[in-house]
């Protein structure tokens, strides 16, 4: 019987916009893994896989749990399937996650290693409270080992104070096998579709992809724009969702924008085969926020064909390298921007090149079954 490793995700797992946890978790194959979770969602998107609630169903049982777990810092029913299901390993996911693990857990690291990843807001937005950088000192001398996505986070983490000798790089792999790709010819086309996709938050930097398409339109340019995303999946009017949709009429954009929402991962996907570039105009929030490493969602673009044109952000440039997998400006460089469209529009042997090189970069270095043996294996080496 396989041994088993318990992933942990405290309030939620399987997010829509965090498809890439559950393709990691569907291709591991040495160790039987479960996620546990206070809450298991979007199971008809992502119906493979074991995983766990640890809260009651009944609110009364619930509360007194709650109550006992603020009392002596124990969470009963983790601990109860800790016990039946005997872990060699704990990994948890988001800092934050693991220290609310540990708060549910205090002796978890004494009975388990325990294993961290970072992925952006985690490692930028929340240590930023003087409460939680604290917190986080007390995770680093816990935790086995701290994953990060690529050297920009990896450095960001050793200036939170994670030890050096306990952090290490690594790639999120996708499934590169189900991205066909799809060579765009732009030329002949009498409107050029470009197309963003995230949450409506600062650090996505979809203002200045609006922005970018007020300058192409002035340029006389006849171009589109398409946002997938929203605020939340109750599209609720956030700041940053009012100023979006400001910029658009503000501007006089309305006939230019396509607005989606969210879309499932098969959707947008089909949906980025009738575009002609992608962007990916990250950057660092007035509140602190970033990326991170980068974004998965840019990983499987770069397989489909698509040229993609980003902010140098993070980790993003470990994926688009300069003229060589796509196209790297300045931060905040709306002309940047600009020139990147008009030089995808009008060399077509730069496109082919760089399309190509993109999606080989992608398949030998974020291939799922290579980089979850390469995880699995380090498990191995520490459990």
Known sequence: MKKKIVHYRDKQV?????????????????????YYSKEIINRNLFPEGK????????????????IFRKIFKLNLILLFNLLIDNPILIHAHFGLDACLLIDQ???ISKIKPLFVSFYGFDAYLVPIDPFWKQRYQELFQRSTLCLAEGPVMAEKLKKLGCPKDKILIHKIGIEVEKYKFFQRNIEDKKIVKLIIAGRFVEKKGIIYALKLIKLLKKNRKKVSLTIVGDSDQFGTK???????????KRN????DVVLTGFLSPEELLELSYLHHILLMPSV???????????PVFLTEMALTGIPIIAFDHCDIKEIVVNNKTGILVDDKDI?????GVEKIITEKKFVERITKNARTLVEHDYNIQKQNKILENIYEKYS
């Open 335 to 339: 002309n940047g921007l600009c020139a």
């Open 252 to 255: 006089e954009l309305e006939e």
């Open 105 to 107: 857990f205090k002796s």
């Open 238 to 248: 956030t700041i940053e969702k009012k100023k979006i949709s400001d910029y658009i």
């Open 284 to 294: 660092f929030a007035a509140n602190g926020d970033a990326e991170g490493g980068h």
């Open 51 to 66: 995983t766990k609630r640890v809260k009651s169903d009944f609110f009364l049982m619930d509360f007194i749990l709650r």
């Open 14 to 34: 399987f997010k829509i916009t965090e498809n890439w946890l559950y393709y990691q978790f569907k291709n591991f194959s040495k160790y039987n893994h479960i």
